[in-house]
Each structure stands twice: as structure tokens, then as C-alpha cells.
């Protein structure tokens, strides 16, 4: 099971108080995978979101070629897979282990109904912490995009 210390140490639950982290415990399991899985799958439906203990994860983007666009390495602290938790409840990447991971996996469903249905308050604190993350991970995708353009030569005919 996971411990209060888990959970604070990640940017999902950044100043929330430990007895609100205690109540979110029971949502919370422990689990690892081998590098090379792929965790989660662009375009399914999101049952479980990530928070990153150790290991390395890459969140890439679908393309035309077979392997994607790694626009994000997620570090341990992170949380990943969270775009289940927003309409239209499915993974806007594919998240895949690049080294051994182990992570807390929060059940998608009965973590939404209790922060939207029964802890308000709590659950508008942590979709603040989310709407950060989402800006942020926007701001290092468009900082890799740049990156990778910049390098491309383009010449007009």
C-alpha cells in the first residue's frame, strides 16, 4: 500500500495537507513494470493515472511512423496518465517504461466520483495542481518541439 510520504512528494498532491493525502490512500496501490511496456495507450480509456517513484517513462505522441514523438521524459516525482481524469477520459499519449518503474496507480473512477461527488474542496485543490502540470508538460512539449523544428533545414523552391 502506499505511504502519506508517497504522495507528497509528487507535484499531483503539492500542499495537501497529510490528512487529505490520508483519505486519497485507499485509491492508491503500488505497482512496477519492466522496461519496454507501454503503460498507457494513446486513445484508451483511462482507468488508472501515475505517480513515478523511481524509474524513467517517456510520454510520446502518436505520428505517422511506427514509434512516435517522445515529447516528454517523465522523472521521478511526476505524475503521468492523468488525461484519463478529463473529458473525454482517455490517454492523450503513450506512456512507456524506458527503465524498470515502480509507480502509484489511483484508480481513475472511484477517485473522480470522491473528489468531485464527495470532497469538493479537495478535489478543486488537486484540478489546480493538474491545470499546473498540464501547463507545465505543455511548456517542455512546445520547448522539445522548438528543438527538434530548429534542426530541420527548410528551403523554399
Known amino acids: 500500500m502506499a505511504a502519506i510520504e508517497d504522495l507528497k512528494n509528487n507535484e499531483f498532491f503539492k500542499g ?5 493525502i490520508k483519505v486519497i490512500l485507499p485509491f492508491c496501490k503500488k505497482k512496477s513494470f519492466d522496461t519496454g511496456i507501454n503503460i498507457c495507450t494513446h486513445g484508451v480509456r483511462g482507468k488508472e493515472f501515475f505517480l513515478l517513484l523511481d524509474g524513467r517513462v517517456e510520454l510520446k505522441i502518436p505520428t505517422d511512423k511506427e ?19 478529463l473529458e473525454p477520459h482517455t490517454y492523450t499519449s503513450m506512456a512507456r517504461c524506458v527503465k524498470r518503474a515502480n509507480v502509484i496507480a489511483i484508480e481513475m473512477d472511484p477517485f473522480l466520483d470522491f473528489i468531485y461527488n464527495k470532497n469538493i474542496k479537495l478535489g478543486f485543490s488537486i484540478m489546480k495542481n493538474l491545470a499546473l502540470i498540464i501547463m507545465n508538460r505543455l511548456d517542455t512539449t512546445l520547448q522539445n518541439l522548438r528543438s527538434v523544428v530548429s534542426q530541420v533545414q527548410i528551403s523554399i523552391p
Do not use: E, N, R, T
Not at 16 to 20: E, K, L, T, V
Not at 67 to 85: C, M
Open 16 to 20: 495537501i495537507p497529510d490528512s487529505d
Open 67 to 85: 514509434y512516435g514523438l517522445a515529447v516528454v521524459f517523465a522523472k521521478v516525482g511526476d505524475a503521468f496518465g492523468f488525461s484519463g481524469l
